[in-house]
């Protein structure tokens, strides 16, 4: 399984930006995804997830500014930010979950990272 982020960038407070991220190898409608990220400094945090069923969930610190979405025809999944602040600085990393067993979990993968600045 690889997968590939694209979409960081430089961007003002304010400003939006959306992630993408192509997985390959897996049967992707199946797969549990995520998107995490680490500012300078701090631990890797959550940031949202998404099912094979589209169920979705957020941290608090980007609900209602962050929205996860994944396409299961493309194989791919996006995190579309708004009202991007500083503290959200960070390399944001994709993450891909494959479906487990009643005895085992299923083996889980870690995109490159992409980083995202918030600076005016």
């Known amino acids: 399984v690889q997968l590939q982020a694209s979409g960081g960038g430089l961007v003002q407070p304010g400003g939006s930006l959306r992630l993408s991220c192509a997985a390959s190898g897996t049967v992707f409608s199946r797969d549990f995804m995520a998107w995490y990220r680490q500012g300078p400094g701090k631990q890797r945090e959550l940031v949202a997830t998404?099912?094979?069923?589209?169920?979705?969930n957020y941290a608090d610190s980007v609900k209602d500014r962050f929205t996860i979405s994944r396409d299961n025809a493309k194989n791919t999944v996006s995190l579309q930010m708004n009202s991007l602040k500083p503290e959200d600085t960070a390399v944001y990393y994709c993450?891909?979950?494959?479906?487990?067993?009643?005895?085992?979990?299923?083996?889980?993968?870690w995109g490159q990272g992409t980083l995202v600045t918030v600076s005016s």
């Open positions: 993450y891909l979950q494959e479906p487990g067993t009643w005895f085992a979990p299923g083996r889980d993968y």
């Open positions: 998404v099912t094979s069923g589209d169920s979705k």
